[in-house]
């Protein structure tokens, strides 16, 4: 943790504690380490809640980022074996995964043509014959197809893999795939840092520092990226400041994260289906000491195939001014999971509905949260009615 302590905080009755630390998202000023790990403690759900709030309202007011979307997963084929993931076959096993060729992920992208998409988001396991060469193809030809599809593609998890055995250095790999047409990186693979869980969870790929590296050399290349935290499973408070204490520190050296996206940990089907899943309240705890701790994060995104639709809403008080995008596919990740939502697909007039329930202004983004139209004033019939809008 890299914030010096606050010798008043630690002097002071808890209210006197928790009033200091007002005082400062007050005036606009960060929060440290022991503070952040002070909210989780012992701060209450309506207090982070109230702050975040008035954190999310002083940067965006009302406003509400979602995107339209599709996703493309090549495989779930994975020579590595996390303990919390519902959605890997062994490559041992890989028959009963699925493997996509080229022509499968290009008829993907035909299937929205003259759909008013403006994102392609490619992720999935990490497949030994998948590699640098065949996905730098892909972005070439869903570019050649289609240009202005914005491509957001590959975790550092995936990037690693690809670029050691293309026996490149993370920059020469990363110069590549920009060129190729990969034009900014989502945030998956970074689970907990801390090597205490790391180890525990996810031993055998790529880690903390590694994942880091990855993103701070996109952010060199010119490109923006996001960044996750996997919570609520076996790691603690501490290991949760640990993580964003080292988001904080990169986005302070480079300023290329747009998003903070906290996973919550689902348990059916894993190896770690022992474990309980964290309650609604830790759950909105997370998301308002997120915003409260990551003064230099733009946004945090509440990812709704993961929390379920109520709950995403939910988060619209307590922080969150993104709930991602229409996702219109299947994506599996989080529904083979034990996500609530077990066909993760929203059309615009449901999101736009379920954020003007939350009494917020929703405005469809581009991936790097270009205003592409302002939803508020449009009538929901209108929207239904007209298939550029839904
Ligand atoms: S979480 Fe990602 S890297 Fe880990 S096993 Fe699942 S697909 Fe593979």
């Known amino acids: 943790m890299s914030t010096p302590k606050s010798p008043i905080v630690q002097q002071l009755p808890l209210d006197a504690q928790l009033a200091v630390i007002a005082g400062k998202v007050d005036r ?12 989780f403690q012992k701060a209450s759900l309506p207090f982070v809640g109230s702050l975040a709030n008035q954190i999310r309202e002083r940067k965006h007011g009302d406003v509400t980022y979602f995107n339209r979307n599709f996703h493309i997963e090549p495989t ?30 290009l008829d993907i992208v035909k299937s929205y ?7 392609v988001h490619v992720v999935g396991g990490v497949h030994p014959k998948m590699n640098l060469e065949f996905f730098a193809e892909l972005m070439r030809k869903i570019k050649a197809h289609r240009p202005d599809l914005h491509i957001k593609g590959f975790t550092a998890v995936e990037l690693d893999y690809m670029f050691r055995k293309a026996k490149k250095t993370v920059e020469e790999g990363m110069k ?20 205490e869980v790391r180890e525990k969870i996810c031993a055998d790929k790529v880690d903390g520092e590694g994942w880091l590296k990855i993103h701070e050399t996109a952010h060199n290349n010119g490109m923006f990226t996001n960044a996750t935290m996997l919570y609520g ?22 300023g290329g994260f747009n998003t903070f996206i906290p996973l919550k940990f689902r348990n059916k089907d894993n190896d770690m289906s022992n474990v309980a899943e ?43 001014n993104d709930i991602d995008g229409t996702i219109d596919d299947t994506t599996k990740i989080y ?24 009494r917020r202004k929703p405005v469809e983004r581009g991936t790097l ?22």
């Open 113 to 119: 043509d003259g759909k008013p998409v403006t994102e």
């Open 278 to 320: 964290s309650t609604m309240v830790e759950d909105m705890k997370m998301y308002a000491i997120a915003r409260i701790y990551l003064d230099n994060f733009p946004h945090l995104k509440a990812y709704w195939p993961m929390l379920g639709r109520q709950n995403a809403q939910l988060t619209l008080s307590f922080g969150v």
């Open 76 to 105: 779930n084929v994975c020579i590595y074996s996390c303990h919390f993931c519902s959605y890997s076959q062994l490559y041992a096993h890989r028959d009963e995964g699925w493997e996509l060729t080229m022509e499968q992920m």
């Open 28 to 39: 606009q000023e960060r929060i440290t380490d022991e503070e952040c790990l002070l909210l």
């Open 335 to 358: 529904s083979m999971a034990g996500s609530e939502e077990q066909t993760p697909s929203m059309n615009t007039a449901q999101l736009v509905t379920l954020i003007k329930q939350a």
């Open 369 to 390: 949260y270009n205003v592409i139209r302002d939803y508020d004033s449009i009538d929901l019939k209108e929207i239904e009615s007209n298939p550029l809008l839904n």
């Open 176 to 195: 590549y795939l920009h060129e190729a047409g990969l034009d900014s990186m989502p945030g998956g693979g970074a689970e907990i840092f801390h090597p």
């Open 233 to 254: 499973h076996i790691e603690n408070y501490s290991h949760r400041v640990d993580h964003m204490s080292r988001l904080r520190a990169l986005q302070d050296k480079t």
